[in-house]
């Protein structure tokens, strides 16, 4: 049987996973670890046979990789379905197969933030605004505390989430935090490609191909929830529960 290199990036959106899929792209060893894993949950009794398919189609090969790669990005809504059960097909037809590579991001005040404007603005990457043609303005964003909360505790329950799956299924990983690789990616990516197995030397590292999203009304809103924090619970929001 030929050897196949498979491996998933898990974790959470606004985690930094797009910027380090261009860079693993950029190799020319990784594959294209994009989401492949269809957001429609009733896809028929075919479902299974369909998600197989579509991963076979994603299994590349490289001309710079002695063995074929397939590279997925799977964030917390794909493996976990309402209720907080398992999609039993994304869990046996990929995660028990893969070398998995778990992201994470310590300051989730910070996500929590970049998903509300990510959501209100329907832009999910910095070049987003020149690709759908539109404005690249934030200006008009609601501060709301309670939502920006609510995102904090689904990322803050669903990196527990993560964490009892892999324990419970016996499952190793490597562990990314955003505030630590962001610093030098180029390491990340020699990381990770050890870390799946890809002794292929990889074609290019540091290209930069992807900027992060940056906006001042961001920090405003970063600084008025934590002022909002304080009020509301007492405590620091740096001293919290929230930080692991």
Do not use: C
């Not at 492949?36 to 001309?63: C, H, M, V, W």
């Amino acid at each position: 049987m030929t050897k196949q290199i498979t491996y998933v990036l898990a974790g959470h959106a606004r985690s930094g996973t797009s910027t380090l899929v261009d860079r693993l792209i950029n190799t020319g060893i990784a594959g294209a670890p994009r989401e492949y894993i269809p957001k429609e949950r009733d896809l028929g009794p075919n479902r299974r046979e369909i998600i197989a398919e579509t991963l076979k189609s994603k299994t590349f090969s490289q001309e710079g990789s002695k063995y074929p790669v397939l590279g997925v990005k799977v964030l917390t809504n794909d493996l976990f379905k309402a209720g907080n059960t398992l999609d039993m097909d994304v869990h046996e037809l990929l995660m028990q197969r893969a070398a998995i590579v778990y992201m994470r991001r310590r300051d989730v005040a910070k996500q929590a933030v970049s998903l509300h404007f990510a959501r209100s603005t329907m832009l999910w990457h910095s070049n987003s605004s020149k690709l759908k043609g539109i404005p690249d303005d934030d200006s008009n964003i609601q501060y709301n505390y309670e939502l920006i909360l609510s995102y904090i505790n689904f990322y803050y329950s669903s990196h527990f989430d993560w964490l009892d799956y892999f324990e419970d299924n016996g499952l190793s990983t490597l562990d990314l935090v955003y505030e630590d690789w962001i610093s030098d990616p180029d390491k990340t990516v020699s990381e990770i490609l050890k870390y799946i197995g890809q002794d292929s030397k990889p074609q290019a590292l540091s290209k930069v191909v992807r900027q992060r999203q940056v906006s001042s009304n961001k920090d405003q809103f970063i600084e008025r929830f934590l002022e909002d924090f304080k009020k509301d619970t007492g405590d620091d929001f740096y001293s919290s529960q929230y930080i692991f």
